[in-house]
């Protein structure tokens, strides 16, 4: 979502770090651009305004002038006033009273339905058991969607059109403690801020299930709108969080700067994506560091570690460097990769130059591109997988058949895997061929 402020604040930064020096018209020069780039990315004008006057102050004081690289002292200031702009990271609350009862709200169309399912799954990884409740009387569809949603994560949804909204939440409160559940997920209908009529439902919603947590679910492509529509929800219940949906999306992205400077609510939860898996504990640190294109190493390692097995990367990464690698290993390491999610996010998450190379590449191209290779290696047989010195033309030609590619396609992943090869030797050359054992 941030790829245009991104680059922007990333051609101010190089200009600045590039200077020795930097005296007070070049600070002001600096900010003028990071404030218009953040005006442009859709950011709310009293919160620039406050944070351009706070990194002015101290990138004009002693805190710059007397560093050893200015330029790369400004940026630091600018990620911390970033991070305190974000706020703090504000987990979901802990129930001493089974169940912990969570509502979420929003307009119609902001992500709620498809929020509760991810939610849910977040809930149930971290051993909760979990009920759903469909209290969306007025789109047809949105009980049947939460319960293919229900099924796919093999989690009981309660529904009942026949009941109003607040008695099904009082139901929905006593089926919880019959079944032992310690989480609720109330999915209410969609509702403006401005409608006086479905604003005292929800009221009256929280007043029969008296939440821990009153979730407001704001899509962030809207733009500056997300942070009128905070304000007008928090005026009728006490709104706890904010999950902001659609972060994946192609808009500006200024709201998740702004709305919680502007409102006083924390952001909870980060959408990323349609799948269930794509919902973010919010972490300021790690959305200030995508912003200013310092990539998300920890988000990084947390998928990794979420999908792949240590036990297996440690006995892959001592058969590399060994020069046992095979093809069978480079299929396993693929398999890996994808489980972490699509290449396109995965690729955004680098660090540093690795990140801003992965902007020059399509992701579904590169996506596109492992699968074929997985293609071909799956249409090897076992003993062309553990010795590829036996892929004479016909046997390439036979591959490529089976995979659906090109013997070209089939030639290029084989001089990957030597590539590899070669690389994982000269490693061992300078004493890389031993790895500590971790626990």
Same mark, same amino acid.
Do not use: C, W
């Given at each position: 979502?941030?790829?245009?402020?991104?680059?922007?604040?990333?051609?101010?930064?190089?200009?600045? #770090?590039?200077?020795? *020096?930097?005296? !007070?018209?070049?600070?002001?020069? /600096?900010?003028?651009?990071? @404030?218009? +780039?953040?005006? %442009?990315?859709?950011?709310?004008?009293?919160?620039?305004?406050?944070?351009?006057?706070?990194?002015?102050?101290?990138?004009?004081?002693?805190?710059?002038?007397?560093?050893?690289?200015?330029?790369?002292?400004?940026?630091?200031?600018?990620?911390?006033?970033?991070?305190?702009?974000?706020?703090?990271?504000?987990?979901?609350?802990?129930?001493?009273?089974?169940?912990?009862?969570?509502?979420?709200?929003?307009?119609?169309?902001?992500?709620?339905?498809?929020?509760?399912?991810?939610?849910? #799954?977040?809930?149930? *990884?971290?051993? !909760?058991?979990?009920?759903?409740? /469909?209290?969306?009387?007025? @789109?047809? +569809?949105?009980? %049947?969607?939460?319960?293919?949603?229900?099924?796919?994560?093999?989690?009981?949804?309660?529904?009942?059109?026949?009941?109003?909204?607040?008695?099904?939440?009082?139901?929905?409160?006593?089926?919880?403690?019959?079944?032992?559940?310690?989480?609720?997920?109330?999915?209410?209908?969609?509702?403006?801020?401005?409608?006086?009529?479905?604003?005292?439902?929800?009221?009256?919603?929280?007043?029969?299930?008296?939440?821990?947590?009153?979730?407001?679910?704001?899509?962030?492509?809207?733009?500056?709108?997300?942070?009128?529509?905070?304000?007008?929800?928090?005026?009728?219940?006490?709104?706890?969080?904010?999950?902001?949906?659609?972060?994946?999306?192609?808009?500006?992205?200024?709201?998740?700067?702004?709305?919680?400077?502007?409102?006083?609510?924390?952001?909870?939860?980060?959408?990323?994506?349609?799948?269930?898996?794509?919902?973010?504990?919010?972490?300021?640190?790690?959305?200030?560091?995508?912003?200013?294109?310092?990539?998300?190493?920890?988000?990084?390692?947390?998928?990794?570690?979420?999908?792949?097995?240590?036990?297996?990367?440690?006995?892959?990464?001592?058969?590399?460097?060994?020069?046992?690698?095979?093809?069978?290993?480079?299929?396993?390491?693929?398999?890996?990769?994808?489980?972490?999610?699509?290449?396109?996010?995965?690729?955004?998450?680098?660090?540093?130059?690795?990140?801003?190379?992965?902007?020059?590449?399509?992701?579904?191209?590169?996506?596109?591109?492992?699968?074929?290779?997985?293609?071909?290696?799956?249409?090897?047989?076992?003993?062309?997988?553990?010795?590829?010195?036996?892929?004479?033309?016909?046997?390439?030609?036979?591959?490529?058949?089976?995979?659906?590619?090109?013997?070209?396609?089939?030639?290029?992943?084989?001089?990957?895997?030597?590539?590899?090869?070669?690389?994982?030797?000269?490693?061992?050359?300078?004493?890389?061929?031993?790895?500590?054992?971790?626990?």
């Amino acid at each position: 979502m941030f790829e245009q402020l991104t680059n922007r604040l990333d051609e101010i930064f190089y200009s600045l #770090r590039r200077r020795g *020096k930097l005296s !007070e018209s070049d600070v002001d020069g /600096a900010l003028r651009e990071i @404030r218009l +780039a953040l005006l %442009e990315a859709d950011v709310q004008y009293g919160v620039v305004r406050d944070f351009i006057s706070r990194v002015k102050e101290r990138a004009l004081g002693q805190e710059v002038s007397k560093a050893l690289n200015p330029g790369q002292q400004v940026v630091k200031i600018v990620h911390g006033e970033m991070i305190d702009l974000l706020g703090e990271p504000a987990p979901l609350v802990s129930s001493p009273d089974s169940p912990l009862v969570i509502l979420l709200a929003g307009l119609q169309g902001s992500g709620k339905t498809t929020a509760a399912g991810k939610l849910a #799954r977040h809930l149930k *990884k971290r051993g !909760e058991q979990v009920l759903l409740v /469909a209290a969306d009387p007025y @789109r047809p +569809a949105a009980a %049947e969607q939460l319960s293919i949603l229900g099924n796919e994560l093999s989690i009981p949804v309660l529904v009942d059109p026949s009941l109003k909204p607040s008695l099904l939440a009082e139901r929905a409160l006593g089926e919880a403690r019959e079944m032992g559940a310690t989480a609720v997920i109330l999915d209410t209908a969609g509702r403006s801020q401005i409608d006086p009529v479905l604003m005292d439902e929800l009221g009256a919603v929280q007043q029969a299930a008296q939440p821990q947590e009153i979730l407001l679910v704001v899509d962030a492509m809207i733009g500056q709108e997300a942070v009128n529509i905070a304000q007008g929800f928090s005026k009728i219940v006490p709104i706890t969080g904010l999950v902001m949906s659609k972060m994946d999306g192609d808009a500006r992205g200024g709201a998740a700067i702004s709305i919680r400077a502007v409102t006083g609510v924390p952001i909870k939860f980060l959408g990323t994506g349609e799948s269930l898996d794509a919902l973010e504990s919010f972490d300021p640190s790690r959305l200030a560091s995508r912003i200013l294109g310092m990539g998300d190493v920890i988000g990084l390692i947390e998928r990794a570690e979420e999908s792949l097995s240590l036990e297996t990367a440690q006995q892959q990464t001592e058969r590399m460097l060994s020069g046992e690698f095979t093809l069978e290993d480079f299929s396993q390491q693929i398999s890996q990769v994808l489980k972490m999610g699509p290449i396109g996010k995965i690729m955004g998450m680098l660090p540093g130059e690795f990140g801003k190379m992965s902007q020059s590449i399509d992701p579904q191209a590169a996506e596109k591109q492992v699968r074929t290779s997985q293609a071909i290696i799956y249409s090897m047989t076992p003993g062309e997988r553990q010795n590829p010195k036996i892929l004479n033309a016909s046997r390439r030609k036979r591959i490529a058949a089976g995979s659906g590619t090109q013997v070209y396609d089939v030639n290029q992943l084989i001089k990957q895997y030597r590539d590899a090869k070669r690389l994982m030797k000269e490693l061992k050359k300078y004493g890389l061929g031993k790895l500590p054992r971790f626990s």
